[in-house]
Every structure is written in C-alpha cells, then in structure tokens.
C-alpha cells in the first residue's frame, strides 16, 4: 500500500495569531511553516491569496517541493460590512 501525507494550515491571509509575530501583522507563511507540513506529499493552504499584481507567497513552495498547485481564484470582495452614511 502506497502512504500519502496530507498537511493542512489555515493561514488566514497570512495576518493572524502566529508566535513571535504582533497580532494582526503579516507573517512569512513560507518561513514559518512548520517541519511536519514541510515533509506533507499535499500540502492545503486555506484563505491564501495573490496581490492583484500576481505575486504570493505560494511561489516560495517551489523551492520546498510543491509544484503542482490548484488554485480557485475569486475577485475581491468588500468584507468590511455595511457602513452608515451620515
């Protein structure tokens, strides 16, 4: 029987709740991905994202390994909720 690994990380935009970074700042999601999930045959990275430019962090796991990757793009959205004009 073959094995296959399969890590999963929540990086919440890459700006969250991450030890020795200030709450709310953005990280190094590459820098900071943990051993086990380094060593994953897949790899899962909800809520990551690319700047309009194209650019991400997602490219730096070329140089882990990961090559093949699936993403669902989706246009920005206003999240900020409705707001009261006065």
Not at 32 to 53: G, I, K, M
Not at 54 to 61: C, H, I, N, R
Not at 64 to 74: A, D, P, S, T, Y
């Amino acid at each position: 029987m073959t094995e296959l690994t399969v890590g999963e990380w929540n990086v919440h935009w890459g700006v969250a709740r991450v030890r020795g970074v200030e709450r709310g700042a953005a990280f190094d999601v590459v820098g900071v991905l943990p051993d086990e999930l380094r060593r994953a045959d897949v790899l899962v990275l909800p809520e990551s994202w690319r700047a309009h430019d194209g650019s991400s962090f997602l490219d730096q796991l070329d140089e882990l390994g990961f090559v093949h990757r699936v993403e669902c793009g989706f246009a920005t959205l206003r999240i900020s909720g409705p707001s009261r004009v006065v």
